[in-house]
């Protein structure tokens, strides 16, 4: 068959004309010919962006809100269905799947994903960011994109492009559906360790993982595919009372196919997984398939940070099962806020994790007008 899509980079496969692909758009646009090119959504009510039938690609998304509850972004779900199928195989608050946790926006970069935000506008609090996603979206009998409204506020306004190619020709057996599910550990159970002496050096902490059994698990599914990353918030907020205040000493280890301690893919440190060294010394920036989309402004690495990893160049491959997860703190000794999403591609589309309440979801110390003590 002719393969509808371009297994070379979006650049070089830019020239080949492919017959029997077309180009649509689900859009929250006026179709009365006017300019309110928005939908509103009431609390408690759902907006499906885009229902679509037959095989194809979303290629890209755009979506921008207003609502003025406190932390919308944590409280507004973005879902996404394939193939007829009845439970959603992507399921995060809307803020976090676009790269920033922690019920807040912030302006940064990668490949497959960016926002753009800059000064609030308004007397009850920011407007959202600009979100967009590239990741490719395949599926064979149909689509469907919602945003669930869990505030207790309505979205007064709801922006979005969705843009997707439909295939004449079908789907490939071996492509993979897009997967994303959000997880949060608060607080995460410190391991108590001893230290060496006072002020140890960062590769002399004490305390030992030989198992990584209390590591906080970022992803734990079965299936066949392929892991391309995750975004992951911290909450420093106990730094005060640990030993090192640092969290970054903690290692990531990745099992696949069931495999037991040590796994395939072990790290050396939560801030070299994410491209960085010796701390996060440039605060937060964006590069391609690395950075930090929001950083904490203050000594010892206090407050809240989001991170960003994506495994476009090197994906990580299984046959029967993937566990992502990441140590809190050298060999698990600090109690944190921790939470992330894990985006992944699998040949069947399999059910997110179910997200936990609302009030299960929120964060400490966000006043009003998205001000907050980090």
């Known amino acids: 068959m002719t393969l509808p899509f371009i297994p070379t980079s979006p650049l070089a496969g830019l020239p080949l004309v492919r017959p029997g692909v077309r180009s649509k758009r689900q859009s929250s646009y006026d179709v009365t010919g006017g300019n309110k090119d928005f939908k509103t959504v009431p609390a408690g009510e759902t907006q499906v962006m885009a229902d679509i039938d037959g095989a194809g690609c979303i290629k890209h998304m755009w979506i921008t809100t207003r609502c003025y509850d406190p932390q919308y972004l944590r409280k507004l779900v973005l879902e996404m269905y394939w193939d007829d199928s009845s439970e959603p195989s992507v399921c995060a608050p809307l803020g976090d799947f676009f790269g920033v946790g922690h019920a807040t926006g912030a302006h940064w970069w990668s490949l497959p994903m960016n926002t753009t935000f800059g000064d609030r506008r308004?007397?009850?609090?920011?407007?959202?960011?600009?979100?967009?996603?590239?990741?490719?979206?395949?599926?064979?009998?149909?689509?469907?994109?919602?945003?669930?409204?869990?505030?207790?506020?309505?979205?007064?306004?709801?922006?979005?492009?969705?843009?997707?190619?439909?295939?004449?020709?079908?789907?490939?057996?071996?492509?993979?559906?897009?997967?994303?599910?959000?997880?949060?550990?608060?607080?995460?159970?410190?391991?108590?360790?001893?230290?060496?002496?006072?002020?140890?050096?960062?590769?002399?902490?004490?305390?030992?993982?030989?198992?990584?059994?209390?590591?906080?698990?970022?992803?734990?599914?079965?299936?066949?595919?392929?892991?391309?990353?995750?975004?992951?918030?911290?909450?420093?907020?106990?730094?005060?009372?640990?030993?090192?205040?640092?969290?970054?000493?903690?290692?990531?280890?990745?099992?696949i196919d069931g495999e037991t301690w040590p796994p395939s893919l072990h790290g050396t440190g939560t801030e070299d997984y994410f491209g960085c060294s010796w701390g996060f010394p440039a605060g937060q920036h964006s590069t391609p398939y690395h950075g930090i989309s929001l950083g904490a402004d203050v000594q010892e690495h206090f407050g809240k940070w989001s991170l960003y990893r994506f495994h476009i160049e090197d994906p990580v491959h299984f046959s029967k099962s993937i566990r992502v997860t990441f140590e809190h703190g050298h060999a698990n000794d600090q109690s944190n806020d921790y939470s992330s999403v894990a985006y992944w591609y699998a040949l069947k589309p399999t059910a997110a994790k179910t997200l936990p309440s609302v009030k299960d979801r929120l964060v400490r110390r966000w006043p009003e007008h998205g001000l907050w003590d980090r």
């Not at 020709?169 to 060496?196: C, K, S, Y």
């Not at 002020?199 to 970022?218: Q, R």
């Open 122 to 255: 308004g007397p009850k609090g920011p407007f959202s960011p600009a979100m967009n996603s590239y990741w490719p979206m395949p599926f064979e009998r149909g689509a469907r994109v919602q945003i669930v409204n869990e505030a207790d506020e309505p979205i007064q306004n709801l922006f979005y492009y969705i843009d997707y190619e439909l295939y004449a020709d079908g789907l490939p057996a071996n492509m993979g559906r897009f997967h994303a599910t959000w997880n949060r550990e608060n607080p995460t159970t410190a391991i108590p360790t001893v230290q060496p002496y006072a002020n140890p050096a960062p590769w002399d902490l004490g305390g030992e993982n030989i198992t990584g059994e209390d590591n906080y698990v970022a992803l734990d599914i079965e299936g066949e595919g392929h892991y391309v990353g995750c975004i992951l918030n911290i909450d420093n907020f106990n730094a005060s009372n640990q030993e090192y205040t640092w969290p970054g000493e903690g290692d990531d280890m990745i099992f």
